[in-house]
């Protein structure tokens, strides 16, 4: 459900026995939390838009070091926070 693996909810409930209630609520509780809870989607290009957002926010005031190790921790490319994930969030805030 959460980096690095990405499970999908129902995918993790089959494997784990946890009911995909269960697991949907803990996800929208780590969202309102304002950490980032891909979607079922296993590749972070197909994240929304919010937790696209949410891993901008977390890493705007990283070095080069720490946003290399937080990338590893959430199974991303730098280049994909840098790069594509700005540029979503950018492609948004134009929308509002």
């Not at 459900?1 to 946890?18: A, D, F, H, Q, V």
């Given at each position: ?18 009911t ?41 005031t990283?070095n ?33």
């Open positions: 459900m959460i980096p690095p693996e990405n499970m999908s909810i129902p995918k993790l409930s089959k494997e784990t026995g946890i995909v209630t269960t697991l949907y609520n803990w996800r929208k509780e780590l969202r309102a939390s304002g950490k980032a809870a891909p979607c079922e989607e296993d590749r972070p290009d197909s994240w929304s838009s919010r937790d696209k957002f949410l891993i901008v926010h977390e890493t705007y990283m080069e070091e720490e946003l290399a190790r937080y990338c590893r921790e959430k199974g991303l490319f730098v280049e994909q926070v840098i790069s594509t994930m700005c540029q979503d969030i950018c492609r948004v805030s134009l929308r509002w």
